[in-house]
């Protein structure tokens, strides 16, 4: 099994000690789709999966949701963040058992999600329906300096409620001088560099394990679209996620890291655990 860089206690000193109230950002990559931004105090959780849910509900199937990675932290230690991201319904996107122990810790948790999922949401969390931040496709919201603009994502579709609202949305965190973009799972679709380019996007997280029909569930970027997508949205840095979880839903880095090489666009591969942060030029 695959160690992370830094884990659990490790992993929280290093998130202590890079609390600091300057202009830069930091950001740890928690496996799957899930990241931790640190911002002037303010820390967001990306759509984290903390737990071992999905394995033991799939552990007598024939699609079993084999861990590949070491969990990177117990999701009660986390009674510090203030806002979270849910992308869409599925688990490893909205886990109970990482969003709800952190909810029980503290109230006044903001979490953000698509609003085609409210219901859906509030059910699986056991909170109140009202208390979520609901967004689509198009819309925005700040909560404490930060701004959440939504993006439709395909998984592989775009889907929609019978109002209209996305199923899948990405989110572009807009703060001080940073703009990130956090697609949750996506494929590309006619239109979307176009959503993204006004953003000016300075890091783009983005996943790449790809889509095959005898997993028998729904794809995303492939790493060589992941690399050509942030490169048509001008993204000034690209980061991968969403493989090494689960050994039937992943895929290597390898043509992810190729395509960007020969699109000369600037990405950075972090292991689980591992983090990131703004410099003093804009890069990260």
């Known amino acids: 099994m695959i160690r992370p860089l830094q884990s659990h206690d490790v992993l929280l000193a290093d998130i202590r000690v890079s609390n600091r109230q300057d202009e830069g950002f930091r950001l740890w990559w928690l496996g799957q789709s899930g990241f931790l931004l640190q911002w002037q105090g303010i820390h967001v959780l990306?759509?984290?999966?903390?737990?071992?849910?999905?394995?033991?509900?799939?552990?007598?199937?024939?699609?079993?949701?084999?861990r590949m990675t070491e969990l990177v932290m117990d999701p009660t230690a986390l009674a510090f963040v203030d806002i979270a991201t849910s992308t869409h319904t599925h688990t490893?996107?909205?886990?109970?058992?990482?969003?709800?122990?952190?909810?029980?810790?503290?109230?006044?948790?903001?979490?953000?999600?698509?609003?085609?999922?409210?219901?859906?949401?509030a059910e699986r969390l056991k909170i109140d329906p009202a208390a979520p931040i609901g967004l689509d496709d198009g819309s925005s919201v700040e909560i404490s300096g930060i701004k959440f603009s939504g993006i439709a994502s395909a998984h592989e579709n775009l889907d929609y409620d019978d109002f209209g609202h996305a199923k899948y949305l990405g989110y572009v965190l807009q703060f001080g001088r940073w703009a990130i973009y956090h697609s949750g799972d996506t494929v590309r679709y006619e239109g979307m560099a176009e959503k993204l380019r006004p953003f000016k996007v300075d890091l783009a997280l983005l996943p790449i394990n790809g889509r095959a029909p005898e997993r028998r569930i729904p794809g995303n970027l492939f790493g060589s679209e992941a690399a050509q997508l942030a490169k048509d949205i001008q993204a000034k840095v690209v980061i991968p996620c969403h493989f090494e979880m689960f050994e039937?839903?992943?895929?290597?880095?390898?043509?992810?890291i190729q395509e960007c090489r020969r699109l000369n666009q600037p990405f950075k591969v972090l292991r689980c655990g591992e983090k990131t942060q703004s410099g003093a030029t804009g890069a990260v």
């Not at 996107?93 to 903001?110: C, F, G, Q, V, W």
């Not at 039937?248 to 992810?256: G, K, R």
């Open 92 to 121: 490893d996107h909205l886990d109970a058992e990482t969003l709800a122990p952190i909810l029980a810790m503290k109230r006044s948790l903001k979490l953000v999600i698509p609003e085609a999922n409210r219901e859906f949401v």
């Open 248 to 256: 039937f839903n992943t895929a290597s880095p390898d043509d992810f």
């Open 46 to 66: 990306l759509d984290p999966y903390l737990s071992d849910s999905l394995t033991r509900k799939y552990r007598q199937t024939d699609k079993p949701h084999v």
